[in-house]
């Protein structure tokens, strides 16, 4: 019957709950015997990627300050190409997750320059687009979400967001944009809303309709 029925849902939501408990304890204990090895023997020879799965165990854990402290040490051990892009990523997603916003900015902006068609880039430009928010960057999370072609957060950035004079501002820097027809579209848009008309007719006579291209 119904009663049955939902003890049953509710007996094996328990059993789940206990067997994901069961897992995180083992890992952490893991992860926890792995990190205190290497301090205790700081000048064993230990592999970066060895490191490396430690600090995504304890990022995953979330030990954010153990998961940097290793993802800084795997660094230092000659990790290169996609160990390299996981180290850079565990050390700013734990600055991220600990708020200390500008080593997280400049830990993502280091992963996306040395990786721009990495499979971690795309994660990176959204953690620092919300890193660059809570700094109220507005403009470099813009900046990220034209990157990342998340078309909502654009349209929401330019019509609402980003005060009229600094979207201005934003535009004006990037006249080579492959966005910038679009840009314009909506400045004109907002100095409408804003009984701007001449600034209106002179930004919206700039935009090119025919090379308007949609946000994909």
């Known amino acids: 019957d119904g009663d049955n029925r939902w003890q049953q849902v509710q007996d094996e939501n328990k059993r789940v709950s206990d067997l994901r408990n069961a897992g995180n304890d083992e890992l952490e204990r893991i992860a926890r015997f792995a990190t205190v090895m290497m301090k205790r023997h700081p000048h064993s020879r230990v592999s970066g990627g060895f490191v490396l799965r430690v600090a995504e165990t304890q990022l995953e854990l979330q030990n954010y300050q153990e998961a940097l402290a290793l993802a800084q040490k795997a660094m230092t051990l000659g990790l290169t190409g996609e160990k390299r892009a996981e180290a ?3 050390k700013g997603s734990s600055y991220h997750k600990q708020m200390d916003l500008k080593a997280a900015r400049s830990t993502f902006l280091r992963l996306i320059a040395e990786f721009p068609k990495g499979r971690l880039t795309e994660g990176a430009r959204r953690l620092l687009a919300l890193t660059a928010e809570d700094e109220g960057d507005l403009e470099t999370a813009l900046e990220q979400y034209l990157a990342l072609n998340y078309e909502y957060d654009v349209a929401y950035y330019v019509d609402v967001l980003l005060p009229t004079e600094r979207l201005a501002s934003f535009v004006n820097a990037r006249k080579d944009h492959p966005q910038h ?31 308007v291209p949609p946000i994909e």
């Open 88 to 90: 850079l990523w565990v």
């Open 181 to 211: 027809d679009y840009l314009l579209y909506a400045l004109g848009v907002r100095y409408m809303r804003d009984k701007r008309w001449d600034d209106a007719r002179a930004t919206l006579r700039q935009v090119r309709t025919e090379t």
